[in-house]
C-alpha cells in the first residue's frame, strides 16, 4: 500500500530534522575519536620499555635492530586516531552549518508565504551542499528570539575568527605577533561546529513556531473537507 503523501509542513519539518540527525551522527563520532585519541596520549599513558629483535633487519652498526613493539603500537595508534578526529571535526563542522543554515532557509522561506516541500541546497563543483545564510529576520514575536540571536552571534563569532585566521595565514609574511593572533583566531574557529549544531537546535524549533499558522489552516481545511463529505453522504436519497 502505497504511503500518502505529507503535507508539505511535515515534510519540511522532516527535512530540517534529517540535518539535525546527520550533524548529530557526526557530532557522536567526533567525541568518541577524541576519546579514542586521548587513550593512547603518551602523556596519559606508561609505554612498557620492553624490546624485540628484528633479524635481518641491520642498524647503523651492523646489528639486528631492535624496536618497542607497545611504544610503535602508541605511536600508531595516536597518528591514526588524530587523522580520525581531524577527519570527523570537519565533516561535523560540515553537517552543523547545514543543519543550522537549512533550518534557518526553511524558517526564512515560511515567513515569505512559501510552502516548500523540503529544504533546498545549491551544490559546489563537488555537487556537495552550500550552507545558506544563517541570519534569520523577522521573528519579533518569538519567544527565543533573543535565545537565536545570541545563538547567532556566537556562531557568527567563530566563523569571522576562521576567516580571520585564514586570511593571516595566507600572508607571505607572518610575525610574531600575528602568529600569536591566528592560534587566538583558530581556538576561536575550533567552536564553530559546536556553535552551529547549538544554533541549529534553536533555528528548528523556529521552524515549528513558523509552521503553527499553516498547520492550523491544514487543519480547518481538512475538517472543512470531512465536514462537506459527511453532509453530501447525509443528503444521499435512501431507496
Known amino acids: 500500500m502505497p504511503k500518502p503523501q505529507q503535507h508539505w509542513t511535515e515534510s519540511l519539518f522532516d527535512s530540517v530534522y534529517a540535518l539535525h540527525e546527520t550533524a548529530r551522527e557526526y557530532q557522536l563520532a567526533h567525541q568518541l575519536a577524541q576519546t579514542q585519541a586521548a587513550t593512547v596520549d603518551f602523556a596519559r599513558r606508561v609505554t612498557h620499555e620492553g624490546q624485540i629483535t628484528l633479524a635481518g633487519l641491520p642498524n647503523g652498526w651492523g646489528r639486528d635492530s631492535t624496536r618497542t613493539p607497545h611504544g610503535q603500537a602508541l605511536s600508531g595508534l595516536h597518528r591514526l586516531y588524530s587523522n580520525l578526529e581531524s577527519e570527523t571535526q570537519s565533516r561535523y563542522e560540515e553537517a552543523a552549518l547545514l543543519y543550522a543554515s537549512g533550518a534557518a532557509w526553511a524558517v526564512r522561506a515560511v515567513l515569505r508565504g512559501e510552502e516548500p516541500p523540503r529544504v533546498v541546497f545549491q551544490v559546489d563543483d563537488h555537487r556537495d551542499p552550500c550552507p545558506h545564510a544563517l541570519e534569520i529576520p523577522g521573528l519579533d514575536t518569538y519567544a527565543e528570539g533573543p535565545a537565536l540571536d545570541a545563538a547567532y552571534a556566537a556562531l557568527v563569532r567563530c566563523t569571522q575568527a576562521a576567516e580571520y585566521g585564514e586570511h593571516l595565514g595566507d600572508q607571505d609574511y607572518v610575525s610574531d605577533h600575528e602568529a600569536g593572533e ?58
Open 182 to 239: 591566528i592560534h587566538r583566531a583558530w581556538a576561536v574557529a575550533d567552536g564553530t561546529a559546536n556553535a552551529a549544531f547549538a544554533y541549529g537546535l534553536i533555528a528548528q524549533r523556529a521552524v515549528s513556531y513558523v509552521l503553527i499558522g499553516p498547520r492550523r489552516a491544514r487543519e480547518t481545511e481538512l475538517a472543512l473537507a470531512r465536514a462537506a463529505a459527511q453532509t453530501a453522504q447525509t443528503d444521499q436519497p435512501t431507496s
